[in-house]
Structures are given as structure tokens and as C-alpha cells.
């Protein structure tokens, strides 16, 4: 909407998704920086902010519910499955959003 305004992704409807991005830093409460191509390395520091770290290398990684990223979807009736990349290594998650398929 042209606000800058970041929202998490909810799989369970149209009206919470698609992500067009993933939070790749937590700057504040209010401000976080958000990347939408190229791979992105997290640390271990991020494991609080992040619970889905550390990831397993080479596995695809989707939009859950409540803006989580998981390895393993599973959306309701009405809701979506959206991949948003992979796992090079337990840190490094590769960006490849793709288009939402409706459930």
C-alpha cells in the first residue's frame, strides 16, 4: 500500500497473504528489515526471534500460520500453501518466493 507497513502472513486466508517478503532483522519493537531475493544468513542470536531456527539444510521452507516459517505447511480449507525458499544450511535460508496456491 505504499506505507512501508510490515504485517505477518497468515496462511489461513486469501486476506492474510501472500508474503512478499521475510524479516530478516528485527531492528526495534516497531522496525524490521525485510528481503525478498538472494539467500539471507541468520545467526545464533536470532534463535529467540526466530523459532524455526536452526533450519534443516536442503529443505523447502513455507508460509505457516501466525507469520511462522516452517518445513512443514499445513493450511486449512480457504487458506493457502506458499513456498518461500530453502534451507543451504541450519542458518541459511535461500529466497524464492512463489505464488500462493489456494486450498
Same mark, same amino acid.
Given at each position: 500500500?505504499? %506505507?512501508?507497513?510490515?504485517?505477518?502472513? !497468515?496462511?489461513?486466508?486469501?486476506?492474510?497473504? *501472500?508474503?512478499?517478503?521475510? &524479516?530478516?532483522?528485527?531492528q526495534t519493537q516497531t522496525t524490521a528489515r525485510v528481503q525478498n531475493v538472494g %539467500?539471507?544468513?541468520?545467526?545464533?542470536? !536470532?534463535?529467540?526471534?526466530?523459532?524455526?531456527? *536452526?533450519?534443516?539444510?536442503? &529443505?523447502v521452507y513455507y508460509v505457516d500460520t501466525l507469520g511462522n516459517i516452517t518445513d512443514a505447511p499445513n493450511p486449512p480449507s480457504g487458506g493457502f500453501l506458499q513456498e518461500i525458499g530453502y534451507s543451504k544450511t541450519d542458518y541459511e535460508l535461500?529466497?524464492?518466493?512463489?505464488?500462493?496456491?489456494?486450498?
Open positions: 500500500n505504499g %506505507s512501508d507497513a510490515v504485517s505477518l502472513v !497468515d496462511n489461513t486466508a486469501a486476506a492474510t497473504g *501472500p508474503a512478499l517478503g521475510v &524479516v530478516v532483522e528485527l %539467500s539471507y544468513l541468520y545467526t545464533v542470536g !536470532d534463535v529467540p526471534f526466530f523459532p524455526f531456527l *536452526p533450519m534443516t539444510p536442503d &529443505v535461500v529466497l524464492n518466493i512463489q505464488e500462493p496456491i489456494f486450498v
